[in-house]
C-alpha cells in the first residue's frame, strides 16, 4: 500500500471513528430516557456510601472493595424492605464519561434486602478515567427507574 492512501485512509478513518464513538456515548446515555430519573446525592463513590430517593426512602449504592482493575468492584445496593419486593431487576450499566471505551452491563442478584453483583472496570491507557455509574431499577409492572453516580479512578 502506498503512503499517500495511507494517509488519506487515517484522515478519512478517524473522524468517523471519533464521531461513532460518540453518537454511541450518546446513545447510551439517552437509552433510558423512558426511566425516572432517582435524585442522587453528591457523594465520592469508592469511598462513600451514595444514596438515591425512591418514593421518599433511601436506596444506597456502594462498592465494597474500592475502585480498582485489578479486581471486579463488588457493588451492593441496599434499600428497604418495604420497597425491595417493588422491583424485578436490577442492573447496572457502566461506561466511561473521559473516553468511550464500551458499555458493561451487569444483573444484579438479589440476597435478602439487597441486590448484590460484581463489576470489572476496563482497563483504560490514561492516568486517569472519568466513569458514569447507571443503576436501573425495574418494577414489577415494567416502570423504569435510573440513579446515576459518576466516579474517577486513578492509574498509577
Known amino acids: 500500500m502506498n503512503v ?8 478519512v478513518s478517524a ?3 471519533y464521531f461513532a464513538s460518540k453518537y454511541a456515548q450518546e446513545l447510551t446515555f439517552s ?3 423512558n426511566a425516572t430519573i432517582l435524585q442522587t446525592d453528591e457523594c465520592d463513590f469508592g469511598n462513600e456510601i451514595c444514596t438515591a430517593t425512591y418514593k ?3 436506596i444506597s449504592i456502594s462498592s465494597s472493595n474500592g475502585l480498582t482493575t485489578r479486581e471486579p468492584m463488588k457493588i451492593r445496593v441496599d434499600m428497604p424492605e418495604v420497597i ?3 422491583f424485578s431487576n436490577v442492573q447496572l450499566l457502566l461506561q466511561g464519561k473521559t473516553m468511550y471505551m464500551g458499555i458493561v452491563h451487569m444483573d444484579l442478584q438479589q440476597v435478602g434486602g439487597a441486590w448484590v453483583g460484581e463489576l470489572y472496570l476496563p482497563f483504560c ?3 486517569q478515567m472519568d466513569w458514569l455509574l447507571h443503576v436501573n431499577f425495574t418494577d414489577h409492572a415494567g416502570g423504569r427507574y435510573q440513579a446515576s453516580v ?3 479512578v486513578a492509574h498509577y
Open 150 to 152: 459518576a466516579f474517577q
Open 84 to 86: 425491595v419486593k417493588e
Open 31 to 33: 437509552s433510558n430516557q
Open 125 to 127: 491507557t490514561t492516568q
Open 4 to 11: 499517500k492512501l495511507s494517509i488519506v485512509l487515517v484522515l
Open 56 to 58: 421518599k426512602q433511601l
Open 15 to 17: 473522524p468517523l471513528l
